[in-house]
């Protein structure tokens, strides 16, 4: 859905049409606000379940419980931080979204340490500390990407004065939006069938399957990021029916 609605930005700026830019804005925003409640009802719910289906190790199931349930619970930072991310990128301000996300990135890493062994006073927490240190940095990384569209993307107006849902551009949104949620979701399902198999072997054949699929991430970096600086581009362009420049 941040693809989506950074997309339609870059379209409706391409286009000239600010209105359009607004909400395509704001409309994202009320989205990403919905999968963040689902996520966090999910978070309440079908946690343990998943857990159960995949392993019987008390331990795992017990730490993924504790560590998956706060993240979720927690995770409405992750969709903000993702939107406002996607509008810079749809002017063209990466660098800006580097800034960001590598702030949100660094918090977790000097938090998880300290939450984690319960370092300068702070409690003990093991898995769960890891979690509330993944939730705190993307809290932080939305709190930066807010602050700098209002203050660095002039472009992208965000007001939600007088807000209501825009049929025609949450259709748009979802247009785009919706193939992206397949294709990453094809991932994860191939990962959780991968994990039914592999558990009837051994919990070691799950750890290496892990390690394995954590490593493939990097081979795909450099294609996301020729992506996340092409398809704003295109859309801008296609926006002001400039064909040849796409």
């Known amino acids: 859905f941040g693809m989506g609605s950074g997309t339609n930005v870059s379209h409706a700026l391409g286009a000239k049409d600010e209105k359009g830019v607004n909400r395509a804005a704001t409309n994202g925003i009320m989205l990403l606000f919905i999968c963040g409640l689902v996520f966090m009802l999910g978070g309440a719910t079908i946690v343990r379940p998943y857990f159960e289906m995949q392993t019987d190790i008390a331990e795992i199931v017990e730490s993924g419980v504790d560590y998956t349930t706060i993240v979720m619970l927690g995770s409405m930072g992750i969709f903000m931080q993702i939107l406002f991310e996607r509008l810079l990128q749809s002017t063209g301000r990466t660098l800006l979204t580097m800034i960001s996300q590598g702030a949100g990135a660094i918090a977790n890493i000097i938090l998880d340490p300290i939450f984690i062994f319960g370092l300068f006073g702070v409690p ?3 898995v769960a500390g890891a979690a509330y240190a993944t939730i705190l940095g993307q809290w932080i990384a939305a709190a930066i990407g807010l602050v700098m569209n209002i203050r660095k ?40 069938l991968m994990n039914q198999i592999l558990i009837a072997f051994s919990a070691t054949a799950v750890a290496v399957f892990g390690v394995y699929f954590k490593l493939q991430s990097f081979v795909f970096m450099p294609v996301f990021g020729l992506n996340n600086g092409t398809v704003p581009i295109v859309a801008y362009n296609f926006g002001a ?6």
């Open 124 to 126: 003990k927490m093991g």
């Open 153 to 192: 993307n002039p472009e992208v107006s965000i007001s939600m004065k007088g807000f209501r849902p825009h049929g025609a551009t949450i259709r748009r949104i979802l247009a785009i939006g919706i193939p992206s949620v397949v294709m990453q979701s094809i991932g994860s399902i191939m990962t959780f």
């Open 241 to 246: 029916r400039r064909g040849d420049r796409m």
